[in-house]
């Protein structure tokens, strides 16, 4: 089985000085990019996006699909996996790279003990889809179990 996604962008204008759009075209998300969304710490929403967030949001969406699955053949099919991505970029000698990733996600799944979800968790860390796209950056996981 083969399955093909699509995105799109635009980006009008010098580096600096321009703007651009992002857009599923399943209508689901449109929205805005600057260079003071993607490099400006802090920057507020009103100037939109940036890849990075979005590699997040599909990083994280994706290990949970891919954890909750692994849990689920292990006999522990979860109530919720709560899953935040932090995505970080550097500057480096070459221009900026995406260097690490840190998940933090939350379990609740009947009869889950931490030592299974420990190694559960690296296990969709390693092999779900999106994690293996961005197979050479650093991620951490860490993992617990919700109440």
Not at 97 to 125: C, F, H, N, P, Y
Request: hydrophobic fraction near 35%; charged fraction near 25%; aromatic fraction near 4%.
């Amino acid at each position: 089985m083969s399955v093909t996604t699509k995105a799109n962008a635009r980006w009008e204008g010098s580096l600096k000085d321009g703007k651009g759009v992002m857009r599923l075209p399943s209508g689901t998300y449109e929205g805005p990019y600057t260079v003071k969304s993607r490099f400006e710490s802090g920057a507020s929403r009103e100037n939109g996006t940036n890849p990075e967030e979005l590699i997040g949001a599909a990083l994280a969406g994706c290990y949970s699909m891919y954890l909750a699955s692994i849990l689920t053949k292990a006999g522990h099919t979860p109530d919720h996996v709560d899953t935040e991505v932090s995505v970080q970029m550097d500057t480096t000698d070459s221009g900026p790279v995406i260097s690490k990733s840190v998940l933090r996600v939350r379990v609740k799944a009947q009869g889950l003990d931490d030592q299974t979800l420990q190694a559960k968790a690296q296990e969709a860390g390693r092999d779900c889809p999106v994690s293996k796209a961005l197979a050479s950056v650093e991620k951490t996981i860490e993992a617990s179990l919700a109440g």
